[in-house]
Nanobody, 125 residues
Framework: QVQLVESGGGLVQAGGSLRLSCAAS?????????MGWFRQGPGKEREFVAV????????HYADSVKGRFAISRDNAKNTVTLQMNSLKPEDTAVHYC?????????????????WGQGTQVTVSS
């Protein structure tokens, strides 16, 4: 069982930055999990944002955030972070942290085993 708690969301103007954090408590070693960020905007389906492999050696981003967002993790502190720069109004969404046990990383939400409750990001124009 893994509990995930996101923090760091809020209201920001277009062009601004936010840093989301996800703290994990796990009965299994946190470093066994690939970690992803997803988001769900108003009236939209949940979509992939970024993923980082269990060791942190590989990252992958959605085209819509590539070059603006950066995912990182600290396995000693059981945390994963999403640095979001040059934010746009279309980034407005509830952002979720998710954990997938081992194996290949995935951009598909249904491959993830555990989810946080989400944190709201609102970007004003």
């Amino acid at each position: 069982q893994v509990q995930l708690v996101e923090s760091g969301g809020g209201l920001v103007q277009a062009g601004g930055s936010l840093r989301l954090s996800c703290a994990a408590s796990s009965g299994r070693t946190f470093s066994s999990y690939n970690m992803g960020w997803f988001r769900q905007g108003p009236g939209k389906e949940r979509e992939f944002v970024a993923v980082i492999t269990s060791s942190g050696g590989i990252t992958h981003y959605a085209d819509s955030v590539k070059g603006r967002f950066a995912i990182s993790r600290d396995n000693a502190k059981n945390t994963v972070t999403l640095q979001m720069n040059s934010l746009k109004p279309e980034d407005t969404a509830v952002h979720y942290c998710a954990a997938k046990f081992a194996g290949a990383y995935s951009t598909r939400s249904y491959d993830y085993n555990y989810w946080g409750q989400g944190t709201q990001v609102t970007v004003s124009s």
